[in-house]
T-cell receptor
């Protein structure tokens, strides 16, 4: 079993839809949870960062962490074609190395 | 915000030659930088952790003599792919952790734009 599981997609949604992206993990020691967006042939860029459990909102993006279920989510409201990218979840124990999910490819159709 | 510059963004080389990729933190100091490799439609695979002023720590299965890492200053780490072969063709990405984020208790990595290596 991988430490971090993420559905690779692709996930196709119409413009304006609410997108839900998820990751599950097995290591209960993870404390830091991140979501990165990666456009084709580019490096990942940080979208959301959460320490421990709870919700965090930034514009159209909301990140949720449920440590009891070992489950994290990223919601994108009013999705736009420019949101089409691969979304990677990442998590770490303390300041140790990140463990990445495989990434979910999202396509927002105009 | 923190910016990491990676150069070159793409490189083509002949089999048997060596290629150097640079990773610079532009507006912050990074005691630790990370080098990843990414295959098409796959996630990031950590290759090694580069520590300023000391030897890099390589992940299991990564040949340290093949992938030479040097972190000579707080703003620069280099990855040299030695005697490159077609199977080394990949997308290499570096990342750095801002020392200021560590002091604040955060753990945020900033990534470079990546370097696409094609070995003929």
């Amino acid at each position: 079993q991988k430490e971090v599981e993420q559905d690779p997609g692709p996930l196709s949604v119409p413009e304006g839809a609410i997108v839900s992206l998820n990751c599950t993990y097995s290591n209960s020691a993870f404390q830091y949870f991140m979501w990165y967006r990666q456009y084709s042939r580019k490096g990942p860029e940080l979208l959301m960062y959460t320490y421990s459990s709870g919700n965090k909102e930034d514009g159209r993006f909301t990140a949720q962490v449920d440590k009891s279920s070992k489950y994290i989510s990223l919601f994108i409201r009013d999705s736009q074609p420019s949101d089409s990218a691969t979304y990677l979840c990442a998590m770490s124990v303390g300041t140790y190395k990140y463990i990445f999910g495989t990434g979910t490819r999202l396509k927002v159709l105009a | 915000g923190a910016v990491v510059s990676q150069h070159p963004s793409w490189v083509i080389c002949k089999s048997g030659t060596s290629v150097k990729i640079e990773c610079r933190s532009l507006d912050f100091q990074a005691t630790t930088m990370f080098w990843y490799r990414q295959f098409p439609k796959q996630s990031l695979m950590l290759m090694a952790t580069s520590n300023e002023g000391s030897k890099a720590t390589y992940e299991q299965g990564v040949e340290k003599d093949k992938f030479l890492i040097n972190h000579a200053s707080l703003t620069l780490s280099t990855l040299t792919v030695t005697s490159a072969h077609p199977e080394d063709s990949s997308f290499y990405i570096c990342s750095a952790r801002d020392r200021r984020s560590l002091r604040s208790g955060a753990n945020v990595l900033t990534f470079g734009a990546g370097s696409r290596l094609t070995v003929l």
